[in-house]
């Protein structure tokens, strides 16, 4: 193989297409919130980020997959190609060995992911709601991704011994799925101003009394004299 076989890599070009990649990410984040997906279009997006729309075409291929890039972005909170499950956050919560410590984990990373992506999603359950079709897809996509987090969550549960025994692993993951759900979060944050820490608080002892086997109670041993 000579030199004109190998295929070019600058780490400059590299960086160079990151930053114009997260520079369409913000704009067409910003938009999405203020003036809604719909109305949101590929030309406003470019004309914000200072690049061509053929840019974000080449970067993205169409809209509805530069709403998924944004989402996983803000939902990440960063553009590192580094999935969820090996996020040290998740790492070390998985390596939790008290079952109720483990499912308050799970509450409190729920919450910094909802403190992140809530704004975008209720616009987009908005849109969907309105009968937009791309927005009702993307809904299903993320429903899909989160339903399989959820079973994680309750395989862990499930591997400690902890899981309600008249529970399916369905069923709990189900239970769990619901609870941490953006619309709990809207519901208590939003609506009746929760403040963060009540809502983590009151979705860890939510999930612990759904999914978890009630405590055994202790034994008494009777002392001879």
């Not at 890599?9 to 160079?16: C, D, G, K, T, V």
């Not at 809904?139 to 899909?144: E, F, M, S």
């Not at 079973?151 to 899981?163: D, H, I, Q, S, T």
Request: hydrophobic letters at 45%.
């Amino acid at each position: 193989m000579n030199s004109m076989d190998r295929p070019y890599h600058s780490p400059i070009r590299a960086e160079q297409a990151g930053l114009t990649r997260r520079r369409i990410i913000d704009a067409a984040h910003q938009a999405f919130l203020d003036d809604g997906y719909s109305a949101t279009t590929i030309a406003g997006i470019a004309g914000a980020a200072g690049v061509s729309a053929q840019t974000i075409y080449n970067t993205f291929g169409t809209k509805p997959a530069l709403l998924k890039g944004v989402h996983d972005v803000v939902l990440i909170g960063d553009d590192e190609p580094i999935p969820m499950s090996r996020r040290p956050e998740v790492i070390a919560m998985y390596q939790l060995t008290d079952p109720r410590e483990f499912l308050h984990g799970y509450a409190a990373l729920g919450r910094r992911l909802a403190d992140r992506i809530g704004p975008l999603m209720l616009a987009i359950m908005a849109g969907a709601a309105a009968g937009d079709a791309e927005l009702a897809e993307h809904l299903a996509t993320t429903d899909r991704e989160r339903l399989a987090g959820t079973l994680m969550v309750v395989r862990r549960v499930e591997e400690l011994g902890a899981l309600r025994p008249e529970l399916t692993v369905e069923r709990a993951r189900d239970r769990i799925w619901a609870l941490n759900s953006l619309e709990f979060w809207e519901l208590l944050t939003r609506r009746r101003r929760w403040s963060g820490d009540a809502y983590q608080e009151w979705i860890g002892d939510a999930l612990c009394e759904a999914v978890l086997a009630p405590a055994r109670p202790a034994r008494n041993r009777s002392r001879s004299v």
